[in-house]
């Protein structure tokens, strides 16, 4: 064994980079974190408003305090993973909603003023578990079909 001294040794090295991304969490995984982060939430939540009135720009630019876009972006696995900002685009891409989605889950004409970080978040894995059984069926069906591998 050659003895160096550190200098010699950081000059001959080879440094290996290390992982700065995390690895990808699926789907249903990051609306389950966001569900977490609603449940710890107590109180009222703010629901996003008239978002079936809004133009497709104005739909993706949307924020508000104190809304379940805010809650998810204040958890900190979830900017981990990934989430950007909290706007409801930020929003729809991270959590793969499409525009009905995130009406259906968000929009203040299903609440009626009494958004709670629990309720919600029973609805968010409802939908979770929902879209991924649909997946795995549309998935068996293009099988039988012999469509997919």
């Known amino acids: 064994m050659k003895h160096q001294i550190p200098d ?18 699926f789907r249903w995984e990051r609306l389950n974190l966001w569900a977490d982060a609603l449940e710890r939430h107590h109180g009222q939540l703010s629901a996003l408003r008239r978002l ?3 133009s497709p720009d ?17 958890e900190p696995a979830l900017r981990t993973a990934g989430l950007s900002g909290d706007s409801l685009g930020d929003a729809m891409d991270f959590f793969e909603l499409t525009e009905r989605d995130a009406h259906r889950l968000l929009c203040d004409c299903h609440y009626h003023g009494a958004m709670t970080g629990s309720g919600l978040a029973r609805r968010i894995r ?6 991924e059984r649909r997946a795995r069926w549309a998935r068996v069906f293009r099988r039988m079909l012999g469509r997919e591998p």
């Open 52 to 54: 079936e009135y809004l």
């Open 126 to 131: 409802g939908h979770a578990r929902s879209t």
């Open 58 to 74: 104005e739909l993706r630019t949307y924020r508000g305090a104190n809304t379940p876009l805010t809650i998810a972006f204040d």
């Open 8 to 25: 010699e040794i950081i000059a001959t090295s080879e440094l290996i980079p290390l992982i700065t991304e995390p690895a990808k969490l």
